[in-house]
């Protein structure tokens, strides 16, 4: 175990992705939630979507309830929902702001969070209010961490 995660610090460092359990992916340069959402932040606009982590516990995403621009969002607060063949689960917000954009390609094509979560997959973009907020997010090595002890869990 000691080496597997010496092993994901590495990769992590060298900006890899690294797993997080058998296929899910970690990403170095964003934030995470401990309810699994992600958030990228260039300058004051933060892009949002799920983990590969929580998509591949979801399964098969069939449906993506999204909100629409100009919606204020809450950190820790539901803004949407993703529906899978196995459960549909709320998408809580990382960052508090307005969104910009919604990803309105998951409309038609809601398998693109399985297929890609942190690139075609992303969910809405938010003007950030309080950058302070992200200090309350995981790393990538706290995320994966926390991914393996809940997973240890079960």
Known sequence: MASSLWATRVASYLRISVPCRGFATVLKDLKYADSHEWVKVEGNSAT??????????????????LPEKGTQVTQGESFGA???VKATSDINSPVSGKVIDVNEELNSSPALINGSPYEKGWIIKVELEKAEELG???????????????????
């Open 48 to 65: 949002i979507g799920i983990t590969d982590h929580a998509q591949d516990h979801l399964g098969d995403v069939v449906y993506v309830e």
């Open 82 to 84: 993703v529906e899978s």
């Open 136 to 154: 309350c997010l995981m790393d990538s090595g706290a995320y994966t961490e926390f991914c393996e002890e809940e997973d240890a869990k079960h």
